[in-house]
């Protein structure tokens, strides 16, 4: 029986990764996978997946404290969760063919302690944009990744690698198994009337991402400035996202600027192919930045490190997520005087490869396990937790996935975060 588990991100919002994973479950249930799918999430029925595809796996996959890593809990609850993904995951034998797919630090270290139990192969693909600060796990474990990275069991591209293990070593393109390919597909050919509707302004700018991307204020803020440097035209800003958190900013936007249009268009899936008809340039970042610009949208690359703008992909740079050394690095306001008034593409071919099936994505990436270590091996489990527990945080996950009103009225009113 050939089984394929993924560890990943809640399925309770839709972003590149939750897209993603619906996408390939899909594709390996075509294909004769059995799928599960664990992620932290809320406990209730009032919250389903707005990927519709994905909400099958929510009976037994939503557990809580996944979002934590399992150094920070007591052993005994540790224990529970594995046996709860192992329950979910039904019996195996030693024929099985058993691959665990993780997305972040928590989920790697979950994914490891598991396939240790289940005689599976686990893979870590590396889809984090930040690997230090703050809730971040990557530090306190280097070695686990250390050793994962030495049997080749970490698929992502150069920039994150060089991310991943800051301070401790510079990888080399030559160390690595190859770059993962992967597909969303996020952009369909469906149709939407509150699409059809929209009329086009003088200037078309679309905002494609989550709303709590880091950058998303400024992007925001950017093109207020754009359309106040422009004030005898007018400027439409489409967005396909959640921007309930922007909204004080929104209608300072509005007021001060007569000439800008804020159609927000909320949370699309799949995102038609029809709105790029609509608009001049997209900004975004990582996979809607690489999509967009596959479907022959201009786009302006949004890097969560700086927030700011890397420049149009393409042209200016050739990584959707973070600065590469030909990046043209400025606000968003300056590269959209770039891409509309000055038109610097004109006359350039643009340079971003062209775009990947989903079948040939998935090959080449199992094409990649291949080349990791065939003799199966797991990093010592009472490594990955070695550690203190943290209550505090325990209490503090519970609260977030049990009372997500409670902790969005404190974000917003109270300052607690």
Known sequence: MKKYIFITYSTKRIGGVQCYVAAKANYLEKNGWMVHVFCPG????KYPCPISSLNKYLNDGLITLLGMPPYKLPTFIVDIIINKMKKSIGPTSEDDDIIIETHDDCYSQWGELLASCLGARHYFYTMHEFYRGKDQYYKNKIDFYFFKFKRREILGALSTFNRLFEGYMEVTQDEIVGEMWIDESPIQDVYCEKIEKIVRSDYNVCYIGRGTKSYVSSILADVGTFASNHKDKTVQL???????????LIKTLRKDNPNLIIHELGLLHPIPKSLYSKIDVVIAGAGSARHSCEEGALTIVADTETCKSNG????????SVFCDENSVVTDFCEALERALIKKIYKGRVCKYPA???FAESTKHNFSLYEKSERKKEYYNPDLLMKGKVDMLLIIRRYISDYYPKFVKFANKY???K
């Open 42 to 45: 809320l406990h209730s029925s």
């Open 238 to 248: 489409l967005t396909v996202s959640d921007l309930e958190s922007h909204r004080d």
């Open 312 to 319: 149009l992909l393409g042209y200016e740079t050739l990584d």
């Open 355 to 357: 775009k990947k099936s």
């Open 414 to 416: 109270l300052g607690i």
